[in-house]
């Protein structure tokens, strides 16, 4: 423990974490929502009727249900705490519409697939990045469930 460690924990009685730490736990929280996401999709497409076509289809977007997350909502989400960054600390209410209103226009313009499904694919993606949000409020730097969603059930979900 350095001088500077020392001293804050005498001033305030905590450690004070480095910024490195606030950053890997900033990204496991994004993978921990993006493993809700995974694990969410992965159960619509376990429920729904393998004779139909499958949900991704319905969207109008023909690619795996990885690139829907990682590519597109992380993204997105990313977008969207940057955007927070800049505004005064708001409520979770007004963060939702942030939130929401980013998922909406990035689904809407960058997913591409079929303009007739504009509208339900940017539906979808506020919804996806709403349960961004939503994890970025659930998952602490203290819990465990913030690793396991973050690393095994998208393993899991990927080898079932």
């Not at 376990?46 to 949900?55: C, D, G, K, L, Q």
């Amino acid at each position: 423990m350095n001088i500077k460690q020392r001293m804050c924990i005498m001033n305030t009685g905590i450690p004070r974490r480095s910024g490195r730490m606030d950053m890997g736990f900033y990204a496991l929280n994004k993978l921990a929502s993006a493993g809700i996401a995974v694990l969410l999709l992965s159960l619509l497409d376990w429920v729904w009727p393998s004779s139909a076509e499958r949900a991704s289809a319905w969207l109008g977007l023909y690619m795996p249900q990885e690139h829907w997350v990682y590519g597109y909502a992380l993204t997105a989400s990313l977008a969207a705490d940057a955007i927070l960054s800049f505004l005064p600390t708001l409520h979770k209410g007004k963060q939702a519409a942030v939130y929401g209103a980013v998922g909406f226009l990035f689904f809407a313009l960058f997913t591409g697939g079929n303009p007739e499904h504009l509208w339900i694919r940017a539906a979808a993606g506020t919804l996806t990045l709403l349960l961004f949000l939503w994890g970025k409020h659930a998952f602490s730097s203290q819990s465990l469930a913030t690793p396991f969603f973050a690393l095994a059930v998208p393993v899991l979900c990927w080898v079932i």
